[in-house]
C-alpha cells in the first residue's frame, strides 16, 4: 500500500515493545483443543493409527473395500457410538462424539464421511426420528455395521430442495403396507453413501400420502439388498462411479418401483398413521413439523464446520514449515539463499490465514457447544434449535469455502512440491471440495441465514404503528444519509488530529472492530428489508421476483454475518488468556489481523457508505502490514500449537526432509568454497 507522510506507521508501535513476543505454546494448544479435549485427543489418536490411513496406491474398488474394512475397525474402538444411548454402547455424548469425528479427515476423508453416512445420518435417523421399537429393531445392526446403511434423502431433481421431493410413499390400508415409488428419472434418490455397493439398508426420505392426502415428508426404514448382495424386487440403483474426491466411498443411486413396506417401517415419532390410514402428529404446523424431522442434518452441518476447520489447520502446518525450509534465491549475495517465508509476499499469503484458522476454530468449538446444548436435552427448546440452525448454516458454508481457499493457496505456495500426492495438499483438497456443497449446498445455507437476519429486521417493525414504522425507517434513512454526506468522516478526521498513531489506536478498538463488522450486515440488511417491504401487498410472483432481484446480496450479508460470527467468538476466546501474557498480546494481534483483513477487503464499502475516513481506510493496510510483520517470526510456534505430528500430517515436505537436504546442500557449496575449488562465475561482458 501507498502511503504519504500523513499516513505512514514509521513511528506508530504495534503494541509497545518490537521485540518478538516469546509464546507458551502449550496454552495456545490447549485453547484450539475446544471443549473436549480428550475426545479430541481421542479422534487424532485414531487418525494416528497407520489402520485408518488412506492408501494412496489403490484403485477406486479397493479403496472402497479398505474404507469398509476400516469403519467396522472404527466401531471396535468405540468412537462411533459415543452419541448414542447406553443402552446401545454409546456415552450419549453428543459434543464428544463430533469433537472425535472431525480429527478422521486426518486419517481419510472417505472414512470419516462414511462414518458419518453410517452413524451420523442412517444410524442417527433411526434415533431421532424412530421410536423404541424401531431403535431396539435396527440400532444394534446399524452400530455394529451389519447393516450398512444410506440416507436416502437427495434425489437427482430435488437437492437442497428436500420439501419438494418427488418420492411418494402412500398408504395400503388394505395391506397396511406403504407404497415407495418413484415416479420419474429425476425423483431417483443420488449421491448416496453406501448405495451403490455396500448398503443393505436405507432410511428413505418420501412426500406421505395417506387417504388422498399428502402430510409431507417423511423418513422410512426400507431394506434395499439380500444378504448376497442382490436388490430387493422393485428396487434398482446405479453406481454414481469415479468422484472428483472421496472415492473410498460408495456413492450412487436408488430407484423404487412400487415397493411395499410394512405400516410400522414408518419412522414415526414425529408422525404416524394407524390401520386404517388416519394421519396423527405431536406437531400440528406442517412446517414446524417438516423443519424438526430434517434437523437432524443440524449434525452434519456442525460436523462438517469442524472438519473444514481440520483441513485449514493441517493445510498451514504443511505450508508453513515447508515456507520456513525451503529456499529460494540469494538476494543478499550472501552464499545462502533466502527462505521462502522470510518474502514478504508469501507471508500475506499463509499467515493471514493462520488467524483465520485460529477465528475458525474458536467459533466452531462455541457452535459445538450449542449443538450439544440442544441434542444433549439440556437446552432443547425450538428457540434454541432455531439459532442452532441458523448458525449452522452459517458457519459450514464460510468454513468449508476457507478451508477450500487456504489448500489452493498452500498448494501454490508450495509449488511443484504441492501438486505432489506426497505432500497431500491435492488429496485433501479433492476430497474436501464436495463438503461446500452436501448438507446443504453453501449458497441456499446462506440463503436460509439472509432470511432469518431478514425475519428479525422485520420484528422491529412488528408491534409498532405506522407512525412508529416510519420514525424507525426514517432514523435509519437519516443515519445512512449522515454518513454519506461527509459529516461522520470530518467527526473522524477531527478525532485523529492529523495522527496516523491516533486512527491506528482507533481501528485497534475492539468495539470498533466489532461495530465496522456489524454494520457491514446490518446496514445490508436494512436496506434490502426496506425495499422488500414495498412489495408486502402484491402477489407471490412480485414478491418471489423481488426476494430474487436482491438474493445475491442477501447472500454476501449472510456470509459477513457468519465473519462476524467468528471474529466474536475469537474476542470472546481472548477472555480465557491472561491479559498481562504475551500469549494474550499475540492472539490480539491474530484476532486484529482477521477482523481487519476482512474489512480491508470490503474497503470499498465501508468508504462509500461512510463508516471509515479516507485517513483510517488507507491505515487499515498499512496495519495489517505490520501485524504480519511482527507475527512471522512466530508462524511456526502458531502452527505448531495447532497439534498435529507426522503420524497426521503424513506430508514429506512437512517431515523435516527438507531442511535436511537444504542443510546439505549448503555444506556442499561452503566445503567448496573452503577448499577453494568453488567455480569462478563467468564474468559479465563490459558495457561499452
Request: proline residues 4%; hydrophobic residues 40%.
Amino acid at each position: 500500500m501507498v502511503t504519504d507522510a500523513s499516513t505512514r506507521l514509521d513511528d506508530v508501535e504495534l503494541d509497545a515493545d518490537p521485540k518478538t513476543a516469546a509464546i507458551n505454546n502449550s496454552q495456545i494448544a490447549y485453547a484450539l483443543m475446544g471443549s473436549w479435549p480428550d475426545a479430541t485427543m481421542r479422534g487424532r489418536n485414531i487418525a494416528a493409527d497407520s489402520r485408518f490411513w488412506r492408501d494412496d496406491t489403490l484403485g477406486c474398488e479397493a479403496h472402497r473395500e479398505r474404507v469398509l474394512a476400516q469403519l467396522r475397525d472404527l466401531v471396535s474402538v468405540g468412537t462411533p457410538l459415543l452419541a448414542f444411548p447406553e443402552e446401545f454402547g454409546g456415552a450419549a455424548d453428543n459434543g464428544a462424539n463430533l469433537a472425535v469425528f472431525q480429527e478422521l479427515f486426518l486419517a481419510d476423508p472417505s472414512l470419516q464421511i462414511k462414518s458419518g453416512v453410517q452413524f451420523g445420518l442412517f444410524a442417527s435417523a433411526i434415533l431421532h426420528l424412530g421410536t423404541e421399537t424401531h431403535h431396539r429393531r435396527w440400532l444394534p445392526g446399524a452400530l455394529s455395521v451389519e447393516v450398512p446403511g444410506a440416507f436416502a434423502m437427495t434425489e437427482s431433481g430435488h437437492g437442497s430442495n428436500v420439501a419438494g421431493l418427488a418420492t411418494t410413499a402412500t398408504y395400503d390400508e388394505h395391506t397396511e403396507e406403504w407404497v415407495i415409488n418413484t415416479p420419474f428419472r429425476l425423483a431417483w434418490k443420488d449421491y448416496l453413501g453406501n448405495a451403490a455397493k455396500d448398503g443393505t439398508a436405507a432410511v428413505v426420505f418420501a412426500q406421505l400420502i395417506t387417504r388422498g392426502m399428502n402430510h409431507g415428508v417423511h423418513a422410512f426404514y426400507v431394506p434395499i439388498r439380500d444378504e448376497n448382495g442382490e436388490f430387493l424386487p422393485g428396487i434398482g440403483g446405479e453406481d454414481d462411479g469415479v468422484k472428483g474426491g472421496l472415492n473410498g466411498i460408495d456413492n450412487g443411486r436408488l430407484h423404487f418401483d412400487h415397493v411395499r413396506i410394512p405400516r410400522d417401517h414408518l419412522l414415526n415419532r414425529y408422525g404416524d398413521v394407524d390401520a386404517a390410514g388416519t394421519y396423527t402428529s405431536p406437531i400440528e404446523s406442517p412446517g414446524r413439523r417438516f423443519f424438526v424431522m430434517t434437523g437432524t442434518l443440524v449434525q452434519g452441518r456442525v460436523s462438517l464446520d469442524g472438519a473444514a476447520t481440520v483441513a485449514q489447520k493441517a493445510a498451514l502446518s504443511i505450508g508453513v514449515t515447508y515456507a520456513n525450509q525451503r529456499r529460494q534465491f540469494d538476494n543478499a549475495k550472501s552464499g545462502r539463499e533466502t527462505v521462502l517465508l522470510d518474502y514478504t509476499r508469501h507471508q500475506h499469503r499463509l499467515i493471514p490465514r493462520i488467524a483465520t484458522a485460529y477465528a475458525a476454530t474458536f467459533a466452531h468449538d462455541e457452535l459445538l457447544r450449542e449443538f450439544d446444548a440442544v441434542f444433549s436435552g439440556e437446552h432443547d427448546t425450538p428457540e434454541r434449535r432455531s439459532d442452532l440452525e441458523t448458525l449452522a448454516a452459517a458457519l459450514k458454508p464460510l468454513s468449508t469455502w476457507q478451508g477450500m481457499d487456504t489448500l489452493q493457496e498452500v498448494r501454490e505456495a508450495c509449488g511443484g512440491a504441492g501438486f505432489l500426492a506426497e505432500n497431500r495438499i491435492v488429496g485433501l483438497h479433492h476430497d474436501l471440495d464436495v463438503y461446500t456443497t452436501f448438507e446443504g449446498d453453501n449458497n441456499v445455507l446462506l440463503q436460509l441465514v439472509g432470511k432469518r437476519l431478514l425475519d428479525d429486521f422485520a420484528a422491529k417493525f412488528k408491534d409498532a404503528d405506522a407512525r412508529e414504522t416510519a420514525r424507525m425507517v426514517v432514523t435509519q434513512t437519516a443515519a445512512r444519509a449522515f454518513r454519506e454526506i461527509g459529516l461522520a468522516r470530518l467527526g473522524g478526521l477531527a478525532t485523529d488530529l492529523g495522527n496516523p498513531a491516533r486512527s491506528v489506536g482507533w481501528l485497534r478498538e475492539p468495539d470498533n472492530q466489532r461495530a465496522l463488522l456489524a454494520a457491514r450486515v446490518e446496514d445490508e440488511i436494512a436496506e434490502i428489508g426496506t425495499y422488500l417491504a414495498r412489495f408486502v401487498k402484491k402477489t407471490p410472483a412480485e414478491r418471489a421476483d423481488a426476494l430474487n432481484s436482491q438474493q445475491d446480496r442477501l447472500i454476501r450479508a449472510a456470509r459477513c454475518y457468519a465473519e462476524l460470527i467468528q471474529w466474536e467468538a475469537f474476542t470472546r476466546k481472548l477472555e480465557s488468556f491472561d491479559a498481562t501474557t504475551d500469549d494474550h498480546k499475540v492472539m490480539c494481534w491474530l484476532r486484529d489481523l482477521y477482523g481487519l483483513g476482512l474489512i480491508n477487503r470490503d474497503l470499498d464499502w465501508y468508504l462509500l457508505s461512510g463508516r471509515l475516513t479516507v485517513k483510517r481506510a488507507r491505515l487499515v493496510g498499512s496495519y495489517i502490514d505490520r501485524l504480519v510483520s511482527r507475527l512471522r517470526p512466530l508462524a511456526q510456534q502458531l502452527v505448531d500449537a495447532f497439534g498435529y505430528g507426522p503420524e497426521h500430517l503424513r506430508a514429506v515436505i512437512a517431515s523435516g526432509a527438507e531442511q535436511q537436504w537444504q542443510d546439505e546442500a549448503h555444506a556442499h557449496y561452503e566445503q567448496l568454497r573452503a577448499s577453494g575449488q568453488m567455480p569462478k562465475p563467468e564474468p559479465r561482458p563490459k558495457r561499452r
